[in-house]
């Protein structure tokens, strides 16, 4: 069974600093994906990551794989309050269904 | 930006009561789904189709149905209602070949 796991699953940080939030799974996966949920709202596709060491980045967002090690992590670069919402990673194998993580609730201070 | 579509966007409705989620989609995807969400916790597969005629239960349990007669069409139903189904359920679609799942804006659904 495929297990997805997230941590944190909370995080509060400071406008202007770094952090990165993890993503273990279970068994080999052939993709990883990085959903924005923000409170009350459906899902926004951040990234999909489709090999070992693939890095994709977009604004203050980066996001990378490492499949041997079944990680996937995604760093915030400089937090603004507009980042501030849940982010789920979500894997899939062969048959194409995504198992989803347990999410981390981001709220950033001002 | 993905053209999926979900009615009623909110329902409150009584136990016992029988309710249809609508989902469709204007991009011809042949896949799609339906996930259930509680609120700050994760999405659980519940139904998934990858094409007419073609559906399939998720890896959670659930007392929905699901039909596929047409492409852009994939509709939930509860025929009783009870107040373990409040959630929001959340319908996707893919175009097979491609990684991208799509979602939409979700139904929050309270059972009273």
């Known amino acids: 069974e495929l297990k997805v796991e997230q941590n944190p699953l909370f995080l509060s940080m400071q406008e202007g600093k770094n952090y990165t939030i993890y993503c273990n799974y279970s068994t080999t996966s052939d993709r990883l994906y990085w959903y924005r949920q923000d409170p009350g709202k459906s899902l926004e596709s951040l990234f999909v990551l489709l090999s070992n060491g693939a890095v994709k980045q977009e604004g203050r967002l980066m996001a990378s794989l490492d499949t041997k090690a079944r990680l996937s992590t995604l760093h915030i670069t400089a937090a603004v309050h507009d980042l501030s919402a849940t982010y789920f990673c979500?894997?899939?194998?062969?048959?194409?269904?995504?198992?989803f993580g347990t999410g981390t609730r981001l709220t950033i201070i001002p | 930006e993905a053209d999926i579509y979900q009615t009623p966007r909110y329902l409150v409705i009584g136990t016992g009561k029988k309710i249809t989620l609508e989902c469709s989609q204007t991009?011809?995807?042949?896949?799609m789904y339906w996930y259930q969400q509680d609120p700050g916790m994760e999405l659980h597969l519940i139904h998934y189709s990858y094409g007419v005629n073609s559906t399939e239960k998720g890896d959670l349990s659930s007392e929905s149905t699901v039909s596929r007669i047409r492409t852009e069409h994939f509709p939930l139903t509860l025929e009783s209602a009870r107040p373990s189904h409040t959630s929001q359920y959340l319908c996707a679609s893919r175009r097979g070949g491609s990684y991208e799942q799509y979602f939409g804006p979700g139904t929050r659904l309270t059972v009273t």
């Open positions: 979500a894997v899939s194998f062969g048959n194409e269904k995504l198992t």
């Open positions: 991009m011809g995807h042949d896949k």
